[in-house]
T-cell receptor, first 115, second 116 residues
């Protein structure tokens, strides 16, 4: 059973471009979470999704950021018109539905650098 | 709003020592608490998960305790090895039915260095 997959592992964008980060959860996991780790800061929750539903987006910046988890395919975190302050490591985690095993399994992260 | 604090921020010890890493949280209404390990430039590896109804969990040389009422958890590492060098993160999950259920709130981490 492959772990949580994220791609790309590294992404370089110029200010004003769009960044798309992809996350494939572990097999059988229907819940996905995105976290951001800014330089010299801890991990901060961004958004919690189920298939085709956003459950909690309380950690998402109000503008430029969006996330989806379609019925088919990976979860996508999209950042429009990137700025230097978006440079960070973005981690995705997945878990089975609540009531089953509660551990969140993390992917290796996507390191975004905005020039 | 849940806040998680980890002490110390950094720890450097010689090989073989027994270690204690501390984690405290402000809202005791948690669903569970997880300890992770993060190696430089890598993702997070789950070490131990303690449900809110449990007092401790053990895995090999690691033992984690939870005192929910006082908002504290301790990770104990026995007979430390250089391979234990990493950043250790504590994270709590909000209680079921609450607005923070599902998401993890992380501490800033403890950077551990074990010298040969």
């Amino acid at each position: 059973n492959a772990g949580v997959m994220q791609n790309p592992r590294h992404l370089v964008r110029r200010r004003g471009q769009e960044a798309r980060l992809r996350c494939s959860p572990m097999k059988g996991h229907s819940h996905v979470y995105w976290y951001r780790q800014l330089p010299e800061e801890g991990l901060k929750f961004m958004v919690y999704l189920q298939k085709e539903n956003i459950i909690d987006e309380s950690g998402m910046p109000k503008e430029r950021f969006s996330a989806e988890f379609p019925k088919e395919g990976p979860s996508i975190l999209r950042i429009q018109q990137v700025v230097r302050g978006d440079s960070a490591a973005y981690f995705c985690a997945s878990s089975p539905p609540p009531g089953a095993e509660e551990t969140q399994y993390f992917g290796p992260g996507t390191r975004l650098l905005v020039l | 709003k849940q806040e998680v604090t980890q002490i110390p921020a950094a720890l450097s010890v010689p090989e073989g020592e027994n270690l204690v890493l501390n984690c405290s949280f402000t809202d005791s209404a948690i669903y569970n608490l997880q300890w992770f390990r993060q190696d430089p430039g890598k993702g997070l590896t789950s070490l131990l998960l303690i449900q809110s109804s449990q007092r401790e969990q053990t895995s090999g040389r690691l033992n984690a305790s939870l005192d929910k009422s006082s908002g504290r958890s301790t990770l104990y590492i026995a007979a430390s090895q250089p391979g234990d060098s990493a950043t250790y993160l504590c994270a709590v999950r909000g209680s079921a039915g609450g607005t923070s259920y599902g998401k993890l709130t992380f501490g800033q981490g403890t950077i551990l260095t074990v010298h040969p």
